[in-house]
């Protein structure tokens, strides 16, 4: 809606389509979660996998085992144009949520401690057969890391810390791996839950349901998807593979066995874009339907309070968290800018791990701390975020796609505050819409009599998140131990177009 003189700033943002025939796969993986092996935590991730079916009609299969899972988009999806920051965050988004929500189901004893976060990326597979190798790659490192784990958390169990574990088993092979589990433990590692040793997949299968009978009797039948999760020694075998319609179906069968995965192909699989160094980097994360998000849970028109404060306290959360990196975060609405100095490193700037641990860090947040903003008010669906990273070569520019947020915020405002008047004085929405289009807001305010300026500063300005540097430089001494306080993370309504603000705060942007 809103047109400024700012919005060149869009332009930096750079096209990230996969392409056909490309098969989208979106690979995530748990943050800094290393814990003994425990059967609950794979069956809460394969309950999660089975939520991200349910909810996105194009994902046809997932693979998962330990802290990851690959999600397989169908080959004719056209899921958010293809663009890959989207499918990536929106998946891990909600894939955070509902692993934020599922948590006490599989471990109701144990409270979460802290928001959990994960990280991804998008891999596009040109052709069926590559994804016949990326399976079989996955399933590789499912065999062998799983063989290491039930060592190495066995050897911990009998008092050995982690490092002293870990330097027993490196470098050990598979039989090796088998006969330490034998020969110490009495395991034979063949025996142990299929679970652990393959993996699971979850599937979209048909099956045939009898809805009613014929007066003769006859069933009448209908063919309906139906999620399942299997475990499946070889997933990338042909026999596996033929015997799911739903894959022949939607990729085309696997014509050959394979053995072996070509390093070529690991590459491809592997590759991650960095990010332009010595840019200033945003990520942007925005609420996915917040519209129908906001009407479910009754917010409050056109600004409810408790939703800003909540977005504000997850931004919060992502500035402590990642201190080191982000300097400085703006929020309106459902939308939050984060900008990275320009000489962050962070995952060495690749663009994936960014925005992925940075949506997964802030939803997961927003689910956990929910009910302390809306403690009437259950979550009825699962909110989640997209997001996408764009690099600005200069302060300037930086500075001026601040100030195309700020005024997105203004005139949105302006524009609500004008429409919800409408509404009130007894118009309907369409004739509110009508009355507004191309009006000139300013006028419309004070044609409709609204003390505009007395709405609070936060509704008007949006929120600004940095560290309150007037501490920085104080040196605490506990204990005798000298240390520099990084400052505290505060919230502020400010303008942030004019340079005021910039002026006394020249540290945050200090290049
Ligand atoms: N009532 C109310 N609604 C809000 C508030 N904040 C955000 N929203 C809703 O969230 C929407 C955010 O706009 P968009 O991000 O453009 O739209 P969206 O529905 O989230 O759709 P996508 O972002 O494209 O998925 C607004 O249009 C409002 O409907 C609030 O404080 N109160
Ligand atoms: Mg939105
Ligand atoms: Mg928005």
Redesign the pocket.
Known sequence: MANSKYEYVKCFEVEDEVMFPNIILVWINACNIHKPYDVNALKLMNSCAVEVLEEYADVVLAYGFGDEYTFVFKKTSKFYERRASKVLSIVISFFSSVFVRKWGEFFPHKELQCSPSFHGRVIPCASTEALQAYLLWRQNICHLSDQHEQCLWRLVERGMNLNEAWDIIKGFDKSELNNLLFDEFNVNYNTLEPIFRQGSCVLKTLVEDIVKYKDNGDPIKRQRRKIITVHSKKIAGKRFWNEHTVLLKDFGGFVEEINNVTPEYVRSFESDIKLMPSTWIVVRI???????F?ELHE??????SR??NLMNLCAVAVLEKFWEDIVFAYGV???YSFILKKTSDLYQRRASKIVSTIVSFFTSTYVMRWSEFFPQSELKYLPSFDGRAVCYPSTEILRDYLSWRQVDCHINNQYNSCFWKLVASGKSKREAQNSLKGAQLQKKIEELDIDYNKLPVMFRQGSSVYRDKIDTDLIHHENGNTFESNGKVIVEHIDIIGPTFWLEHPNILDE
């Open positions: 925005d609420g996915c339907h917040f519209h129908r906001s917010f409050v028109k056109p600004n409810d939703a800003l609405s459902d939308e």
